[in-house]
């Protein structure tokens, strides 16, 4: 079946691929005000347009068994939207600063070991610019600009609600430092279109990421002890081996963490899905 007539949509995620024969072509989800496509754009190189937050237009749609299509030629791409640009929120924005900042401080303010907390404060100020630029995913979850910040603040806001509901002692600042850099290496796996490097599949993240975090707190003279659980924390957020994880949560501040991350993700991931898409990631259709 093929659907014609000129279509606006805007691109919130983009896949490069290639066919078995070689040529490239590019799986782009796109949104409108009224529906979430996912489309294979035929022909189309990894640095070509659209990039993600772009505005596209279709004119042919091919739709075989649910599996839309069209080729490079009968697409256009247009420009980034401006503010007043009805679609320009279907791509959601970097957190501002403000919000970034006042997180930090609340859990701060639960915080007793006068080590870490001068650490926890000079890497969330470090941090900001760079995960405002990069997204944390390239299709999943929080797969925009800015989505790699976006989706750290919600597991930091998320924390410092749960944190004084706890009915056992907990060292927050270990969930602090671990959600900080449990995406770190993400910096390093994508550029900031989400389009993949090497690094992805020579390091990954959880590697880069511990090994930065396990340096940090080394040059800062923490306690070697006190370094293990922390790292730990970090290279368990993935929860089990099954999703790529090199541990599993042993420690309640670890099992903090990749419940947050989980929570964080499978939420997002939902957002960006239409009704009754499948999504293979959570293997279940989603409903609205």
Request: glycine share 8%; aromatic share 8%.
């Amino acid at each position: 079946m093929i659907q014609t007539g000129i279509k606006e949509y805007l691109v919130t995620s983009r896949t490069n691929g290639t066919t078995r024969t070689g040529a490239p072509y590019a799986v782009l989800k796109c949104a409108n005000l009224t529906e979430t496509i996912n489309i294979s754009v035929w022909d189309l190189n990894p640095g070509d347009a659209p990039a993600i937050g772009q505005l596209v237009y279709f004119y042919n749609i091919k739709d075989n068994a649910g599996k839309k299509s069209c080729s490079s030629s009968e697409m256009k791409v247009g420009d980034m939207p401006l503010l007043d640009h009805p679609l320009y929120n279907v791509v959601p924005r970097p957190i501002r600063r403000d919000k970034w900042d006042d997180t930090i401080e609340k859990l701060v303010r639960y915080c007793s070991d006068a080590k870490l907390i001068p650490i926890i404060r000079d890497f969330a100020d470090k941090l900001f610019a760079p995960y405002s630029k990069y997204p944390a995913a390239s299709g999943i979850h929080h797969a925009f600009p800015g989505g790699l910040l976006n989706h750290t603040y919600q597991m930091l806001h998320m924390l410092e609600g749960l944190y004084p509901c706890l009915p056992y002692p907990v060292k927050v600042e270990r969930c602090i430092l671990a959600i900080l850099f449990h995406d770190y290496g993400k910096v390093y796996e994508y550029n900031s279109m989400g389009e993949t490097l090497e690094d992805m599949y020579l390091m990954g993240h959880i590697f880069i990421g511990a090994h930065k975090l396990n340096c940090v707190l080394e040059e800062k003279g923490v306690d070697a002890e006190e370094i293990k659980r922390i790292v730990h924390c970090v290279l368990a957020h993935h929860g089990t081996k099954e999703f790529g994880s090199p541990v599993f949560p042993c420690t309640q501040e670890a099992t903090i963490v990749n419940i947050l991350d989980l929570l964080s993700a499978r939420t997002d991931t939902m957002e960006g899905a239409g009704n009754m898409e499948m999504c293979g990631a959570l293997c279940t259709r989603v409903v609205k």
